[in-house]
């Protein structure tokens, strides 16, 4: 397919869960408005007021110039490329690019790019960091790898998205930089929530606490943006356990076919499977700050205070 110039791009995307709505409405925002597939179909419904239209199979967007996946797990994305009327079933037929934005392996990424290649599909690896509020504020970050000239063609959709843009390499390398991402993401939770522990233990309140380091050297975007879960104990879902513990099994993973030592990640591996055994598997990841006040002998209650995410 000979794709039309950067501002007549056709758009599909795939996947309009919590994360895919948000960016479909970043689009549809900049004036770029996808068709859009997704297996529940009512969640692409809702996107209809922002101007997108909704396909009742993804066969239908085999005529686009671009479509973006944002789904789940590694079958999932394997099932809508190459499942019945998958994106890809059709040799006959694809659209000039791919963009996937999922966390999946490197190993699947691979064999998708090999594919794609062999059709005259351009496929990019396009993970990426935040959440469905963080991409609502314009904060969500790309990790972005596969031939430069096809991300050039499409990084203007990507700063429509997003508020960072980072060209990472060839090939699947951007997998590789979110599964480390992500890794560090669970330990840095981790770890706030012992010291968050330690100082409530002692006598300090979660919310002046976590104000004293947000405001120090050590704070950041992330320990602002969790700061109301800690205080509040809510746990509504940004980011479940079952899908860290998806994500720590691919860094753990790469950890051993590179020959690294990954102690800390190793044991917060284990604590966040130590949630999963609590059955709280539908909440937020930010329950470790619980499992971690139980093994302290520390009964957590919500404190009232109003505290800033960072992101309003």
């Known amino acids: 397919m000979?794709?039309?110039?950067?501002?007549?791009?056709?758009?599909?995307?795939?996947?309009?869960?919590?994360?895919?709505?948000?960016?479909?409405?970043?689009?549809?925002?900049?004036?770029?408005?996808?068709?859009?597939?997704?297996?529940?179909?009512?969640?692409?419904?809702?996107l209809v007021e922002r101007g997108c239209t909704v396909a009742d199979q993804i066969a239908q967007l085999r005529a686009r110039d671009v479509v973006f996946t944002m789904v789940s797990t590694d079958e999932d994305l394997r099932q809508v490329l190459f499942g019945g009327g998958g994106l890809l079933a059709d040799p006959a037929t694809a659209p000039a690019i791919v963009v996937d934005c999922?966390?999946?392996?490197?190993?699947?990424?691979?064999?998708?790019?090999?594919?794609?290649?062999?059709?005259?599909?351009?496929?990019?690896?396009?993970?990426?960091?935040?959440?469905?509020?963080?991409?609502?504020?314009?904060?969500?970050?790309f990790a972005v790898s596969g031939p430069r000239e096809t991300y050039e063609r499409v990084v203007p959709l990507l700063r429509h998205i997003?508020?960072?843009?980072?060209?990472?390499?060839?090939?699947?390398?951007?997998?590789l930089v979110k599964i480390c991402h992500n890794l560090f993401l669970g330990v840095v939770t981790q770890s706030l929530a012992?010291?968050?522990?330690?100082?409530?233990?002692?006598?300090?309140?979660?919310?002046?606490?976590?104000?004293?380091?947000?405001?120090?050297?050590?704070?950041s975007t992330f320990t602002r943006y969790k700061t109301p879960a800690f205080v509040h104990l809510d746990y509504t879902p940004t980011f479940t356990p079952l899908l860290l513990r998806k994500d720590f099994d691919l860094g753990l993973a790469a950890a051993r076919d590179h020959?690294?030592?990954?102690?800390?990640?190793?044991l917060t591996a284990t604590l966040i499977q130590s949630t999963i055994g609590t059955g709280r598997?539908?909440?937020?990841?930010?329950?470790?700050?619980?499992?971690?006040?139980?093994?302290?002998?520390?009964?957590l209650k919500?404190?009232?205070?109003?505290v800033d995410d960072g992101l309003e």
């Open 2 to 46: 000979v794709m039309s110039s950067n501002d007549k791009l056709a758009v599909g995307w795939i996947g309009a869960g919590r994360m895919g709505a948000a960016m479909v409405t970043r689009l549809a925002a900049a004036g770029v408005a996808p068709m859009v597939w997704n297996r529940t179909r009512a969640k692409a419904e809702a």
């Open 102 to 141: 999922s966390t999946v392996s490197t190993a699947t990424s691979a064999k998708i790019r090999e594919i794609c290649a062999g059709r005259g599909v351009g496929f990019l690896a396009a993970p990426v960091s935040g959440n469905a509020k963080v991409v609502r504020a314009g904060g969500l970050s």
């Open 162 to 175: 997003g508020g960072s843009v980072a060209y990472v390499g060839d090939d699947d390398v951007a997998r």
């Open 194 to 219: 012992e010291i968050t522990v330690l100082a409530e233990k002692g006598g300090v309140p979660r919310a002046a606490f976590l104000d004293f380091l947000n405001n120090s050297v050590l704070g």
């Open 259 to 266: 020959d690294v030592p990954m102690p800390l990640a190793a």
């Open 281 to 299: 598997v539908d909440e937020d990841f930010a329950i470790l700050l619980d499992l971690q006040a139980r093994a302290s002998g520390v009964e």
């Open 302 to 306: 919500p404190e009232h205070t109003p």
